[in-house]
T-cell receptor
């Protein structure tokens, strides 16, 4: 069964450093998402992406965050200057379409720890 | 505002028993509801969904009930198995939006 993959599984970085989290969505999917989950809290939406553009973003997704689809398979989330509060599990998701009822499939996540 | 929450943070049931996990939502404009299961160290896994024009939907061992009058959603798992141990999240999509709004999560523990 096709699945969303993410790399790395764990990332430790120093505050102020840039990190890039990588995702390979399911191959025929056209809509991509990033969510994050701070330890012990609920999953929060960050951004959705379609046709090489951001289609929706949350208040969390400020100027320090950016997303990119650098090639036909990868979808990346960049945090330019990490803060301690960026420590969280980051999940990529994808869906075939962006219509009501279309399931978003999640990857296994990248655990980011900012020291 | 957007608010999806869960009544109980933890639920413990005996193997073989049925379990019911509840969720309250506050946005009457929500069109679509989904239950996700999250096992330790993994991403959320789709279980079952329901549209706002339905009040019940059944899957394999799972049933979702939607009561729009009181803005309540529940997930029933029949004959629970050890593999059902996980955190269960309800999530909603508000009409016209694309993002999933998740609730806090309920940890389900299956006792042997």
């Amino acid at each position: 069964e096709p699945e969303v993959t993410q790399t790395p599984s764990h990332q430790v970085t120093q505050m102020g450093q840039e990190v890039i989290l990588r995702c390979v969505p399911i191959s025929n999917h056209l809509y991509f998402y990033w969510y994050r989950q701070i330890l012990g809290q609920k999953v929060e939406f960050l951004v959705s992406f379609y046709n090489n553009e951001i289609s929706e973003k949350s208040e969390i997704f400020d100027d320090q965050f950016s997303v990119e689809r650098p090639d036909g398979s990868n979808f990346t989330l960049k945090i330019r200057s990490t803060k301690l509060e960026d420590s969280a599990m980051y999940f990529c998701a994808s869906s075939e379409m962006m219509v009501l009822g279309e399931t978003q499939y999640f990857g296994p996540g990248t655990r980011l720890l900012v020291l | 505002g957007e608010s999806v929450g869960l009544h109980l943070p933890t639920l413990s049931v005996q193997e073989g028993d049925n379990s019911i996990i509840n969720c309250a939502y506050s946005n009457s404009a929500s069109d679509y509801f989904i239950w996700y299961k999250q096992e330790s160290g993994k991403g959320p896994q789709f279980i079952i969904d329901i549209r706002s024009n339905m009040d019940k939907r059944q899957g394999q061992r799972v049933t979702v009930l939607l009561n729009k009058t009181v803005k309540h959603l529940s997930l029933q798992i029949a004959a629970t198995q050890p593999g059902d141990s996980a955190v269960y999240f309800c999530a909603e999509i508000i009409q016209g939006a694309q993002k999933l709004v998740f609730g806090q999560g309920t940890r389900l523990t299956i006792n042997p």
